[in-house]
């Protein structure tokens, strides 16, 4: 439930309720908005249904979180929360790209990339370290050698880093060389895995599962914020539908309709989406139209000889021209690129 406190409730009134709720083995989430002081009620509402809460001094009224999700819903938080990742905000007026190469496969193949995502206005690097790859033959990753590359990159360019994150035991590494971590939609429902983000002090980007619905995507990322870390940005990478043209099927109406129920940033990733580098642009176009905060887009500088993910991976001229491209989409909806 939610305690809407009145406009003039004084900090004493307010801590007298946060009192209660804890004596009841309950936890209180104060949302300070611009008009007025929420406290959500988070645990087993059992606890408190017989205490007049309604009737506390400074409590204009009680009403029922009705969603599933209560710490990222829009219900607790009116306002759209911004998530600040290495200094690169997401989630306010910029449109936010985040791009690189599906795996990190050398130095060199990495620095060129990142320079040249810089120089065409990208604010975030993405790069695989750890690849959850579908057959356990093929090329998974550089693990902690990819990070030294990503962390040299950052340097280079001063890019923020995002990366995946498949085992828990690696948080460490990611505490020490990226600046978010990626939760990959094979891990959007490892609960285990999800729970552990809690300690972790960076910024999650938690991709959808590509069979998970609006609402169990929502409530992978209440784990993450419930056991303590509110930094969540959503990525829509399709999800898997019985048309075959795409590698799964874009979901963009999931970008408004995520917007009513949470006031998390949700971004779009249109290269896991389709699969084809020549649908990049055309649904990036229409990801910024449909209110996305950002966008995840492979790159390699030869995508033909990409060790995973070619097909969907921009050249560096495609890159740059999507950027140029974009430009104007976003300014039409009122946002910066
Ligand atoms: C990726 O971003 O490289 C990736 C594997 O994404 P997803 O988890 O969306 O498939
Ligand atoms: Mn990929």
Redesign the pocket.
Known sequence: MIIVLKPTATEEQKLHIIEKIESLGLRPHVSVGVNRTLIGVIGPEDAVRNVPLAAFPGVEIVVPILQPFKLVSRELKEEDTVINVGGVKIGGKKVVVGAGP??VENREMLLETASLVSRCGASLL?G?AF??RTSPYSFQGLGEEALKHLAEAREKTGLPVVT?LMDPRDIPLIEKYADMA??????MSNFALLRELGGLNKPILL??G?MATVKEFLMSAEYIVTNGNADVVL?E??IRTFETATRNTADLSAVPVIKQLSHLPVIV?P??ATGRRDLIEPLSRAAIAVGADGL?V?VHPDPETAR??GPQSLSPPQFELLMKNLAPVAESVGREL
């Open positions: 599906c795996a993405r695989g690849k959850p995946e990626q939760i990959g939609m094979r891990n991709k959808r590509n990525c990478r399709g990733d290269s896991h995840l492979e995973s993910d």
